[in-house]
């Protein structure tokens, strides 16, 4: 296996590849502010070609451009839009339909719900569990485990609408969704998962790329960048096309606080992830 090439700059290869598909939290913004490097970047590489924007951000993506708007991130840095929670909205329309559902996460992610058909009640009326994420952005997962216990108790199947595990606001560390339903798994249940690092994920956005611009989609000219190497990387590695691991996002930890040299740490790395380019932070 090749070693991952360092990037003094994302221009440097920006002529491979005609589609960009780029996650949010970690490169773009730290859940409080965008990164201006990285705005810059997407700026002048969209000048010639398309920046997809993925996440795993269990809402559709209408409710999660209204969030960027207000860290001023706007349609200037971005062709579209494609999250989690509009794969989770298309399977919930076409495969659960007049169903009733017990959901797991905070009230805000309500919009994943609208105008799909099924009824929200409560666990004794459930036949499945929508689980978005923790209730309060401070919750430990022990929170989690009498309700987990009710639900597996039950046997209820559990739609997990974001993968990730953790995710940093600022300086602060917050579960997500995915830990709830690893943990969900740990007890014998069983969870559906939809968004990165699936290989469905990226097959529906090609689906929905395709559509949209009226043309094949070639994998070979896809570049997916990303911070987290058990999602973004994961997931290129997974629909096998090339990617840039942005070092100095969600793993940053693992190497800067205990002054591993960089390189050192991504080739490491480069042992379970396929690993094509890698920066510290998204630059142009």
Not at 184 to 201: D, R
Request: net charge positive; glycine share 6%; charged share 25%.
């Amino acid at each position: 296996m090749n070693n991952p090439v360092f990037l003094s700059g994302l221009n440097k290869i920006y002529s491979k590849f005609d589609i960009f598909f780029v996650d949010l939290w970690g490169v773009v913004h730290n859940g409080i502010e965008c990164y201006s490097d990285a705005l810059k970047a997407l700026k002048n590489t969209k000048k010639s070609k398309k920046i997809i924007l993925i996440s795993n951000a269990p809402r559709p993506s209408h409710s999660v451009q209204k969030f960027l708007n207000k860290i001023n991130f706007n349609k200037k840095f971005y062709n579209l839009l494609i999250t989690s929670g509009d794969l989770t909205r298309f399977y919930l329309k076409n495969f659960s339909k007049n169903k009733c559902f017990y959901h797991l996460g905070p009230d805000r992610d309500k919009s994943l719900f609208i105008n799909l058909g099924l009824k929200k009640t409560s666990l004794n009326n459930a036949d499945f569990v929508i689980c978005t994420g923790v209730n309060n952005n401070n919750d430990s997962l022990s929170k989690y485990v009498p309700i987990l216990k009710k639900i597996k108790k039950k046997n209820l199947k559990m739609i997990c609408a974001n993968p990730d595990l953790i995710v940093h606001r600022g300086d602060r560390t917050e579960y997500c969704a995915g830990s709830i339903a690893k943990l969900y798994e740990k007890m014998g249940g069983k969870v559906k998962y939809f968004g990165k690092p699936y290989k469905y994920f990226y097959e529906y956005i090609c689906s929905v790329l395709k559509k949209k611009y009226r043309k094949n989609i070639n994998k070979n000219k896809i570049l997916v960048i990303g911070d987290n190497l058990n999602t973004d990387i994961l997931g290129a590695n997974n629909f096998k096309v090339k990617n840039l691991f942005i070092a100095g996002g969600i793993h940053k930890s693992e190497w800067n606080k205990k002054n591993i040299n960089l390189a050192n740490f991504v080739i490491k790395k480069n042992k379970d992830f396929k690993i094509n380019y890698f920066q510290n932070e998204l630059v142009w």
